[in-house]
């Protein structure tokens, strides 16, 4: 049976206005942003690091 590929997942960062891919995560960890406590992207790119 086929298996369709999970491919692209994104998440919206509201600080930028832009999709980014799930992977990728936040792309300004460093910098100060009002969504973060509630942003998927900052959080999922989190566990990577463990
Ligand atoms: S934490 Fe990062 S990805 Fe999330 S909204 Fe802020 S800048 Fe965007």
């Known amino acids: 049976m086929e298996k369709k590929e999970k491919q692209e997942e994104k998440l919206y ?3 930028y206005k832009e999709w980014v891919l799930v992977e990728i995560g936040c ?3 460093k910098e ?3 969504f973060r406590k509630q942003c998927l992207l900052h959080f ?3 566990f990577k690091d463990f």
């Open 32 to 34: 100060y942003c009002q």
């Open 44 to 46: 999922k790119s989190r």
């Open 27 to 29: 792309k300004h960890p």
């Open 13 to 15: 960062c509201e600080k």
